[in-house]
T-cell receptor, first 113, second 118 residues
Framework: DQQVKQNSPSLSVQEGRISILNCDYTNSMFDYFLWYKKYPAEGPTFLISISSIKDKNEDGRFTVFLNKSAKHLSLHIVPSQPGDSAVYFCAASVKGSARQLTFGSGTQLTVLP | DAGVIQSPRHEVTEMGQEVTLRCKPISGHNSLFWYRQTMMRGLELLIYFNNNVPIDDSGMPEDRFSAKMPNASFSTLKIQPSEPRDSAVYFC????????????????FGSGTRLTVV
């Protein structure tokens, strides 16, 4: 039972345009959400996060939106750059000890020059 | 800070052999996680330790898998005997968890070990 779902395995976007990556979750106890970015042959690296008390968090070209009622979050990248081409993982955690993260299956973003 | 260090980077072994993957977490981090990445299932949590104690190993596929953390600076994931379906990239991650605040600001991952069992 996948509690965090990324239904699009891949996405291609033209350089300069907006990239929108989506993530859905089923566990209503999740209260902290993160996006990780992964290049080939490297480990995932933290990109941006959002607490459930917010509905938007922005960091430069990256913005994460959270819709709690729909149990949906999205990552917007504007403008997209070729260097953004990577696999993006959505992750969520439940408040409490240890704070383990549950990851989605990832979306391969390709930004075309 | 050298980050999370995993070894080896690549491992090719024959079915039935024992495989040991190693991880050195970031100094001062009190939580350590082993993940497996496959095309079909993405990143799966296998086991995590908090203050060197295994907290949840429900993600470990079967008894062929075992993990240890003898001290705060070292952990191993062992597969014995290995099978072709164990082929995947195995990631170790560490984090600093604040139990009083219940907040984890995210993990730092190692570069992974690509395991191929033939």
């Amino acid at each position: 039972d996948q509690q965090v779902k990324q239904n699009s395995p891949s996405l291609s976007v033209q350089e300069g345009r907006i990239s929108i990556l989506n993530c859905d979750y089923t566990n209503s106890m999740f209260d902290y959400f993160l996006w990780y970015k992964k290049y080939p042959a490297e480990g995932p690296t933290f990109l941006i996060s959002i607490s459930s008390i917010k509905d938007k968090n922005e960091d430069g070209r990256f913005t994460v939106f959270l819709n709690k009622s729909a149990k949906h979050l999205s990552l917007h990248i504007v403008p997209s750059q070729p260097g953004d081409s990577a696999v993006y993982f959505c992750a969520a955690s439940v408040k409490g000890s240890a704070r383990q993260l549950t990851f989605g299956s990832g979306t391969q973003l390709t930004v075309l020059p | 800070d050298a980050g999370v260090i995993q070894s080896p980077r690549h491992e090719v072994t024959e079915m039935g052999q024992e495989v040991t993957l190693r991880c050195k977490p970031i100094s001062g981090h009190n939580s350590l996680f082993w993940y497996r990445q496959t095309m079909m299932r993405g990143l799966e949590l296998l086991i995590y330790f908090n203050n060197n104690v295994p907290i949840d190993d429900s993600g470990m596929p079967e008894d062929r898998f075992s993990a240890k953390m003898p001290n705060a600076s070292f952990s191993t994931l062992k597969i014995q005997p290995s099978e072709p379906r164990d082929s995947a990239v195995y990631f170790c991650a560490s984090s600093q968890t604040h139990p009083s605040r219940g907040v984890n600001y995210g993990y730092t991952f190692g570069s992974g070990t690509r395991l191929t069992v033939v």
